[in-house]
Every structure is written in C-alpha cells, then in structure tokens.
C-alpha cells in the first residue's frame, strides 16, 4: 500500500487529506502522479513539488517501494 | 533549553531565543535575526487572518538541513529557526530565524540567506482571509 498524503492548497482541491494506493511492483513515482492526476486534474494543475518518505525528490522515474509515504506538494508560501 | 529548530502553534520569545543562541558559544560577535509577522494588507486586499499548514515532519527535517547548510556555509558558531504553525492576525509572529558568528557579515548574510530559502524549501503553506474570500499564497517576494 502506497500512503498519499496532500496539504494546504491541494487538500482543498482534492476535497481529503490522504489517499490509500495499492501497491504494483513497478510502480513509479512518475505513474502513481499520472494516475491520479487523472482523477484529480484540478489539484495536479498545481502540484510542482514531490516527497517520498519525508524527502524532496525531482526524478519521478524513482522506483516506489511498499508501504512509501508519498507527498505531492503546491509551491510552498511559509515564512 | 528548546530545540534550535521547531515548528509550533504558540508564539515565541525573541529574547530566550537570542540568549539560547548565545549561550551555545563565547566567540559569538554578531547576532543577526529575521522575525516574519502577519500583515493586514497583501495583494491590494485587506487581510484578517492567515492560517498555515504543514507537512510538519518533514518541515522540521528541511529546517534542520537548512540550519547545518547554513552554519556550514557561512562559518556560523550557532542558528535558530522557529515557524508558528496557526492562525494569526495583524501584528503576530510568524517565523524566527537567528544566526551567529564571530563578525557581523556571516551572520547578517545567513540570517537573509535563512529565510529565502525557507521559503524555497520547507513545506508550509499560507493562507489569507480577507472579506472576498480565503484564499492560499502562491508567491514568497
């Protein structure tokens, strides 16, 4: 299972917190993005940051491992 | 003593974060500090309240990594980064940041350095209530 978890601006567009993906062996960052993006095109529009277990990553060819946490992010405004 | 790096709902203290900083070093010679605070105007609206949200575990792990980049890069003897993760209104803190090294320049460019690159790289998001609506930030001039 693939832990998704969304905050502040896409929260709001996707309409809940996390999501709950079944995991595919060859699952990659790059799929589960396209995969939901479908569903959630209006979030996705602005999506431009990723983690995965707590860590940026910019390859979305990076292989998903079970039981991953991943994040995707709109364009941070703290400070 | 609290952690140099945190994230919380309540307020902070300029001066015991000051004296923590201080207290981590003799050689320290300058002290440079950035405190954010909420304004009641942004974008040509009125602004009421602005609330933030986290990816919080992983807001504290940039702001550690960006505290060890910044000693490591500007030869700071000590930093400190505290964000409010809350709802504010006009006139409340925001955000901490402190830097201090033996000369007033490391310390002065970290403390800038600091806070544009929280805003680049720490996952929090802003958003403002104002009277046509909320509506979250998407820019960090």
Request: charge should be negative; include cysteine; glycine fraction near 6%.
């Amino acid at each position: 299972m693939i832990k998704v978890l969304f905050f502040g601006p896409v929260v709001e567009r996707i309409g809940k917190k996390s999501l709950e993906i079944g995991y595919r062996a060859d699952m990659t960052l790059q799929a589960l993005r396209d995969e939901l993006a479908l569903h959630y095109p209006h979030a996705f529009e602005i999506v431009c940051f990723f983690a995965v277990n707590g860590q940026h990553v910019r390859d979305l060819a990076l292989p998903l491992a079970d039981n991953s946490e991943v994040t995707f992010m709109a364009k941070f405004s703290g400070g | 003593m609290k952690a140099a790096v945190r994230i919380q709902q309540e307020d902070f203290s300029q001066d015991e974060e000051i004296l923590a900083l201080k207290a981590s070093s003799r050689r320290m010679g300058g002290i440079a500090t950035f405190v954010g605070c909420a304004r009641d105007f942004s974008e040509g609206r009125d602004v009421s309240e602005i609330s933030f949200d986290a990816y919080g575990s992983m807001a504290v792990s940039e702001m550690n990594q960006l505290r060890s980049d910044a000693i490591a890069k500007f030869g700071l003897l000590d930093a400190r980064i505290v964000h409010r993760i809350c709802t504010v209104t006009a006139g409340d803190n925001i955000v901490f940041i402190a830097a201090g090294a033996e000369h007033r320049v490391a310390a002065l460019e970290a403390c800038r350095w600091m806070i544009d690159e929280l805003k680049l790289r720490v996952p929090i998001w802003k958003k403002e209530v104002t009277p046509q609506g909320e509506a979250w930030v998407s820019s960090h001039p």
